[in-house]
Nanobody
Framework: QVQLVESGGGLVQAGGSLRLSCAAS????????MGWFRQAPGKEREFVAT????????YYADSVKGRFTISRDNAKNTVYLEMNSLKPEETAVYYC??????????????????WGQGTQVTVSS
């Protein structure tokens, strides 16, 4: 089992930037593909970005392409989400997740096995 702890959320003005981090512990980090999701109040959890075990393959939701970047540092057991040009509608709790299938880059919530507790991102207009 792997434990995930997100950090880096906060309040930012529209057009601003934030960098989220997700620190993993418990098992070998490079055994997992990683993803970022978000959930706004009253809405379903939605996919943001994913990265395979080496970091060599990434996949993004259309809504964030060109503005968000997912990356990982296997030596530090950490996955990152760099978010630029943030919009008020992107206010949500952001979650990182780990998939046991390390080669996979998937947008499906059910294909992730472990989740962090989330970090709040608030984008003011």
């Amino acid at each position: 089992q792997v434990q995930l702890v997100e950090s880096g959320g906060g309040l930012v003005q529209a057009g601003g930037s934030l960098r989220l981090s997700c620190a993993a512990s418990g098992r070998t980090f490079s055994n997992y593909a990683m993803g970022w999701f978000r959930q706004a109040p009253g809405k379903e959890r939605e996919f943001v970005a994913t990265i395979n075990w080496t970091g060599g393959r990434t996949y993004y939701a259309d809504s964030v392409k060109g503005r968000f970047t997912i990356s990982r540092d296997n030596a530090k057991n950490t996955v990152y989400l760099e978010m630029n040009s943030l919009k008020p509608e992107e206010t949500a709790v952001y979650y990182c997740a780990a998939s046991n299938v390390k080669y996979r880059t998937t947008y499906r919530v059910l294909e992730y096995d472990y989740w962090g507790q989330g970090t709040q991102v608030t984008v003011s207009s």
